[in-house]
């Protein structure tokens, strides 16, 4: 339909999987297996419920009649209460005991926390499989040497793939904060309308290790091994701020590459891929634009600023809780890690159909590099006999004037010819251009990117390797 708003997360950004994950349908599924839990764990310490219940309970756990809740809905104006009575009807024989003890926040919390740690597996998947990309392509560039830059100015050489390697130290870090994330994941467990479990003591004639055993199995039913030791009535939302610095962490660390990828690009080193039939401009056909590195760039600004929100609302929660989280919350976590995952696919289209242009990377070291030289050929000089203070000021001094040829006058790097044309420095022409190997230069870049492959990356790889090969789609 297109007389209504629909958000670009769905329709342009993020991908099916992600979205499935924070749709409807995963939600209420997810309340009808915590019922089911819920149900089942108080059957079996005792409480008046069947197996019948049970069987009857799973038989419809994945036929949602849909148009009873929503007709509910409008009736009593409270979601919980319409799908308790919609699972109700298709299960009249355990009807009494859907919900039993529960508050809403018993499948609202615990679902929540369920689908965000669904997310957060899914955003580790795709994180993972960008590494595997970006570990090739450092590899592949390991000993191509290029021009360094500090301040966006010339700076000592370095590598192609040295470079790659920032990148992916970046994601490393990334990739240990959503490990431990998925870690700290826990269930609200049952905790009733102010976190005490009253109406659970009720249920159980006050035993209490009945209660603290119902809570120990509901989440052992959900697949998860921890719980809030104490709570209000909600999860500390506190959580979802943890959750959400993550997945902004992931944007701040793609933006960071996006940006190296434009500059690349400006300056016809290194260019995203770049289709066929794509059209860079409506004016000026010729162009090239970085669009999918600037779609990152956009969508990681919107992720960092999104990430605010669950902190506000966390620090203005009151007491046991207030439903001024609802609103927000329903909004800025489904749509940070809906726009995480299209990060992550653009930054793996990105990464998978990089071009290198190694005679562009060349040419532009080469025209700095007898600058960078300045220092070995100083250390020749004094060799052949100079002195090295004077050559130091003798060698700036040649510089500067080669400087000034470049910027003012337009012409080549003539540095080399001007230090062979001192005597001081007693060395020719060809003898400086012995020293104009940039691998020369590079320091241990190559020998870097190989360790750092060897030690960090290779066994992350390893680690996950059921997880690779994935590629990525992107819509347009």
């Not at 929540?112 to 560039?141: C, H, P, Q, W």
């Not at 000993?143 to 130290?169: D, E, I, N, Y």
Request: contains cysteine; negative net charge; glycine residues 6%.
């Amino acid at each position: 339909m297109s007389d209504k708003y629909t958000t670009p997360l769905g329709e342009r950004y993020a991908s099916k999987e992600m979205q499935y994950i924070f749709s409807p349908d995963m939600k209420f599924r997810t309340w009808r297996k915590l019922w089911i839990a819920l149900a089942e764990a108080e059957m079996e310490l005792g409480l008046n419920i069947t197996q019948e219940q049970i069987d009857e309970l799973k038989a419809n756990a994945e036929d949602i009649n849909y148009d009873v809740a929503k007709a509910r809905e409008k009736e009593v104006r409270h979601d919980v209460m319409s799908h308790v009575y919609a699972y109700g009807q298709q299960c009249p024989s355990a009807k009494g005991i859907i919900h039993l003890g529960a508050t809403s926040c018993y499948v609202g919390d615990n679902t929540d926390i369920i689908i965000m740690t669904e997310g957060l597996k899914l955003v580790r998947k795709k994180l993972v499989n960008v590494i595997a990309e970006l570990s090739k392509f450092a590899d592949k560039y390991k000993s191509l040497p290029t021009l360094g830059f500090t301040h966006f100015q010339p700076a000592q050489p370095t590598t192609v793939g040295k470079r790659a390697s920032l990148w992916l130290m970046e994601l490393k870090l990334d990739l240990d904060d959503i490990e431990y994330m998925i870690d700290q994941m826990m269930l609200l467990g049952n905790k009733g309308t102010t976190g005490t479990q009253a109406s659970f003591l009720e249920l159980f004639h006050g035993d209490h290790e009945k209660v603290k055993e119902l809570e120990k199995k509901i989440t052992k039913k959900m697949g998860f091994d921890k719980y809030f030791p104490v709570s209000g009535q909600t999860y500390s939302r506190k959580m979802d701020t943890r959750v959400l610095n993550v997945l902004s962490g992931i944007a701040a660390s793609a933006h960071k590459f996006s940006n190296d990828i434009r500059l690349l690009q400006h300056l016809k080193e290194i260019e995203e891929p770049f289709e066929k039939s794509q059209i860079g401009s409506s004016a000026m056909a010729y162009k090239r634009n970085p669009m999918r590195s600037e779609r990152i760039a956009s969508l990681a600004n919107y992720v960092m600023t999104v990430a605010l929100n669950p902190a506000i609302t966390s620090s203005t929660q009151w007491f046991e809780r207030t439903l001024d989280d609802s609103a927000n919350k329903r909004i800025s976590v489904p749509e940070a890690f809906l726009a995480v995952d299209g990060i992550l696919d653009l930054y793996l289209n990105v990464v998978d159909g990089l071009v290198v242009y190694d005679k562009v990377i060349t040419k532009r070291l080469m025209s700095e590099l007898p600058f960078m030289a300045t220092e070995n050929i100083m250390m020749d000089a004094v060799e052949a006999g100079g002195d090295r203070q004077e050559l130091h000021e003798q060698i700036r001094t040649l510089s500067m004037e080669a400087g000034a040829n470049v910027k003012q006058k337009g012409l080549e790097n003539n540095l080399l010819e001007l230090i062979a044309n001192d005597p001081a420095f007693n060395l020719t022409l060809e003898e400086l251009q012995k020293t104009m190997d940039p691998s020369k230069y590079v320091g241990r870049a190559p020998e870097q990117v190989e360790d750092f492959l060897k030690e960090e990356i290779n066994p992350i790889l390893e680690k996950y390797k059921d997880e690779l090969g994935i590629t990525a789609e992107i819509n347009v």
